[in-house]
C-alpha cells in the first residue's frame, strides 16, 4: 500500500507545507512577502488545527470564530490556510498569486478569496477591525443569548506584526478594546524584531516600546513572550487567553522571520521580496520538504482537512439554534433577520415617510439637528443601529433617547469612542463585517482625515458604515480655519464607492438617511451643517433621492443654479433678485453628487439641460463643480482656508450672499 494514504502528518510537515506555499507562490508571482508566513506557521497549526472553530464549506456561518490578518502583507498564509484546510480556493489559485483576476491580490480582499473576514494590508487597521467585531460580537450575545441558549458565543482572532503595533490606529482601538474590556479578543504578536530599514532589519533604531507594558496599561490580559515555533507553547497561552473572558488578550510570540530559509531568515530582505531559487532549494533542504512547488503531499492535505470538524461544529450550533427558536422564536427571527442583513419588513414605509413628515413639520433647524430627530424616529424602528461619535456627541447630535451606552460589561447601542477618529472607523468597518448590526458614528467633517484610510477601506470592501460629519464649513464660525473643511466634502465625492450627502434642509436630511440606510453595498457620509438652515416647502419631493433636483424652476429659464448644504437658501435668493430684474434662472439642488451621477444621461440632462450657463454655489473648493457647469460656467465656492469669525461674518467675507451670486449669472450671462 502507498505510504502516502496510511501516514498521519505530523505538525512539523503541517508547519512547513505553509512555507512551501509562500515561498512557491511568491517565486512564481516574482513578488510578494515570504517571511511572515514561514515565521508565523508554527502559530497558524496551533491556532487553525487546535481552536479556531469555522466550517470552510459555509464561510458565513454566524456563530463562527472570525480570523483577522492585520498583518496582510503575508496574505499567503491565510492563502494556504484557507486552501489547505478545504476551503473554495483551489491549487491553481495560488499558483496565480498576484495576478490579475485572481482569487488571491496581494493583501487579502474581502470578497475574493472566501473565508476573507477583512481586507487587510494598511497597517492597524486588521487589529481595529478585530476590535469591532469582538465588541459586535459582545453586543449581539447581550442582546439574544439566554441562560443556557448562547447562540452567540464565538471569539475573533487577531494576527499582528511590528507595524500594525507601531501604527498610530492600533493604540486608539487597543486602548478602547481594554477600557471596554472587550472579551473573546485574542491577539497574537509576530514579535520578530525585524523591520524593513536596515540591512539585517533590525527595528531597534525607530522600535523600542514596551509592548507588554503598552497593552496591561491598556487593560489587556498580557501573555508572553513565548516561542512562537512551539507549538505547544502557543497552544498553551491560547487557552489561558480563552479563560478570560472579560479582557482582550495578546499572546506576544517571538519568532524568526522566514525560518527555514539558511542565509535570509532573520532578515529584513525576507520580508518583501523572493527568496530566489537558490535559498528557496536550500530552504527545502533545511526542511526536509523534498516535493515539487506546489505539490502537496495527500497525507498533510488530510492533517489539515477541517471540512469534517467544521459540518461537525456547525451542525451543533444549528442543533442548539433549532432549540433557542423553539424556546425564543420571535428572537430568533430577529437574529436571523440581522445576520442576514435585511432589514426590517415594516421600515421601507417609515424611510418613504421621513422626508414627507419633515416637509409637513417645515421645521427650520440645523440639518445635524434634523438628523438626530430621524435617529430618534428610526431608533425604535431599527435596534441593530449603533452610534456613537469620537467625543462630539453633543455636537454631532448621535445620541438619541433610545441610546444606550456601551459599558464595561454586557450590551448597548451607543459608544463613546473618546478623541480617536481613526479608530472609530476602524472600529465601525469591524462592526459592520461582523453582521447583526449596522454602526453610524459621528465627527467634525476636518476630522474626516484623521480617519481617511478606514473610510477608503469601508469603500473597498462595500460595508455599510454611516459617517455623520457635522459642522460641514466655514459656517461653522469662530473655530477658525482648522476646524473648517474646504476641500473634505469634494475629496469624500472622489473616493469610488462613496455615498456623500450634503442636505440643505430636514426635508433633504432625512431623504439621505433613508438613502443610507437602503444602501447595504457602501458607506455613506452625511454632512450636515452647525448653524440653523430654512426649511425649503416644496410642492413635491420627486427627484431628491436621485441625489439633484430641480427644486425651484421657471419659464424660460436662462441659466441654472447649483447648489448643495447650506448654500441652497443662498441661490433660492439670488433666483429671487435675479427674477425681480426679469433674469429668470432655475435651481437645482443637488445634496448627493455621487447619487446624481448614477442617474440615466437623460435624467442628468433634465435636470441639467444642455446649452444653459451654469453656476454651482457651495463653501468649498471650486474646482470638484466644473465637471457641472463646464469650462465655461461659474463657481462661487472657496479655494482658501476660512477665518475666525462668527458664521454670518464669515460667509460674507468669502462672497457667500444671495447678491454676490447673483452677480455671478449676470457677469455669465454677459
Not at 451543533?316 to 433577520?337: C, D, I
Amino acid at each position: 500500500m502507498d505510504s502516502s494514504v496510511t501516514a498521519k502528518a505530523s505538525e512539523a510537515e503541517l508547519a512547513n507545507s505553509i512555507r512551501a506555499l509562500a515561498m512557491d507562490a511568491v517565486e512564481a508571482a516574482k513578488s510578494g512577502h515570504p517571511g511572515m508566513p514561514m515565521g508565523m506557521a508554527e502559530i497558524a497549526v496551533a491556532l487553525w488545527k487546535r481552536h479556531l472553530r469555522h466550517n470552510p464549506a459555509n464561510p458565513a456561518w454566524p456563530d463562527r470564530d472570525r480570523f483577522v490578518l492585520s498583518n496582510g502583507h503575508g496574505s499567503m498564509l491565510l492563502y494556504s490556510l484557507l486552501h489547505l484546510t478545504g476551503y473554495a480556493l483551489p491549487i491553481e489559485e495560488l499558483k496565480r498569486f498576484r495576478q490579475l483576476g485572481s482569487k488571491t491580490p496581494g493583501h487579502p480582499e474581502r470578497g475574493c478569496a472566501p473565508g476573507v473576514e477583512t481586507t487587510t494590508g494598511p497597517l492597524g487597521q486588521g487589529i481595529s477591525n478585530a476590535v469591532g467585531m469582538a465588541l459586535a460580537e459582545r453586543l449581539l450575545a447581550a442582546e439574544f443569548n439566554r441562560p443556557g441558549h448562547p447562540i452567540v458565543d464565538h471569539f475573533t482572532y487577531v494576527f499582528l506584526g511590528d507595524g500594525c503595533m507601531m501604527e498610530g490606529v492600533s493604540h486608539e482601538a487597543c486602548a478602547l478594546a481594554g477600557t471596554l474590556k472587550i472579551g473573546r479578543l485574542i491577539a497574537i504578536y509576530d514579535d520578530n524584531g525585524i523591520s524593513i530599514d536596515s540591512d539585517k532589519g533590525e527595528i531597534g533604531q525607530w522600535y523600542t516600546d514596551d509592548v507588554p507594558g503598552r497593552f496591561k496599561a491598556y487593560g489587556w490580559h498580557v501573555i508572553g513572550p513565548i516561542d512562537g515555533h512551539d507549538i505547544e507553547a502557543v497552544d498553551k497561552a491560547l487557552k489561558k487567553a480563552k479563560r478570560d473572558k472579560m479582557r482582550p488578550s495578546l499572546i506576544i510570540a517571538k519568532t524568526v522571520i522566514a525560518k527555514g530559509a539558511p542565509t535570509k531568515a532573520n532578515t529584513g530582505a525576507a520580508h518583501g521580496a523572493p527568496l530566489g531559487d537558490k535559498e528557496v532549494a536550500a530552504a527545502r533542504q533545511a526542511l526536509g520538504w523534498s516535493h515539487a512547488p506546489f505539490v502537496i503531499p495527500e497525507h498533510v492535505y488530510r492533517g489539515w482537512d477541517a471540512r469534517e470538524a467544521g459540518k461537525r461544529a456547525e451542525r451543533r450550533w444549528q442543533k442548539a439554534f433549532k432549540a433557542y427558536e423553539a424556546a425564543f422564536p420571535q428572537e430568533a427571527a430577529e437574529f436571523e433577520r440581522r445576520m442576514a442583513g435585511k432589514l426590517p419588513a415594516d421600515l421601507e414605509q417609515k424611510l418613504s415617510a421621513l422626508a414627507s413628515e419633515a416637509n409637513q413639520k417645515g421645521e427650520t433647524l440645523a440639518t445635524r439637528r434634523a438628523s438626530q430627530l430621524v435617529l430618534e424616529a428610526l431608533k425604535p424602528a431599527l435596534p441593530e443601529l449603533v452610534g456613537g461619535s469620537a467625543d462630539l456627541t453633543g455636537s454631532n447630535l448621535t445620541m438619541v433617547k433610545g441610546s444606550r451606552v456601551v459599558g464595561r460589561e454586557g450590551g448597548g447601542n451607543y459608544v463613546f469612542y473618546g478623541v480617536r477618529e481613526f479608530g472609530m472607523c476602524a472600529v465601525m468597518n469591524g462592526l459592520a463585517l461582523h453582521g447583526g448590526v449596522i454602526p453610524y458614528g459621528g465627527t467634525f467633517l476636518v476630522f474626516s482625515d484623521y480617519a481617511r484610510n478606514a473610510l477608503r477601506l469601508a469603500a473597498l470592501m462595500g460595508v455599510q458604515v454611516i459617517y455623520v460629519f457635522s459642522h460641514d464649513s466655514i459656517g461653522l464660525g469662530e473655530d477658525g480655519p482648522t476646524h473648517q473643511p474646504i476641500e473634505h466634502a469634494a475629496s469624500l465625492r472622489l473616493m469610488p464607492n462613496m455615498s456623500v450627502w450634503r442636505p440643505c434642509d430636514t426635508v433633504e436630511t432625512a431623504a439621505a438617511w433613508a438613502a443610507a440606510l437602503r444602501r447595504r453595498n457602501g458607506p455613506t457620509a452625511l454632512l450636515l451643517t452647525r448653524q440653523n438652515v430654512p426649511f425649503v416647502k416644496r410642492e413635491s419631493l420627486e427627484g431628491i433621492e436621485k441625489g439633484g433636483y430641480v427644486l425651484a424652476d421657471v419659464p424660460q429659464a436662462k441659466a441654472v443654479l447649483i447648489a448643495t448644504g447650506s448654500e441652497v437658501s443662498l441661490a433660492l435668493g439670488a433666483q429671487k433678485q435675479l427674477g425681480e430684474a426679469g433674469i429668470p434662472v432655475r435651481v437645482v439642488s443637488m445634496p448627493s453628487t455621487t447619487e446624481f451621477d448614477r442617474q440615466s444621461q437623460e435624467y442628468r440632462n433634465s435636470v441639467l439641460p444642455e446649452g444653459l450657463p451654469k453656476v454651482a454655489v457651495e463653501a468649498g473648493v471650486s474646482d470638484y463643480w466644473r465637471k457641472y457647469v463646464g469650462t465655461q460656467g461659474a463657481v462661487v465656492g472657496i479655494d482658501r482656508y476660512g477665518e475666525s469669525a462668527p458664521a454670518a461674518d464669515v460667509f460674507k467675507h468669502f462672497g457667500f450672499t444671495a447678491e454676490n451670486v447673483a452677480q455671478a449669472v449676470r457677469s455669465l450671462l454677459s
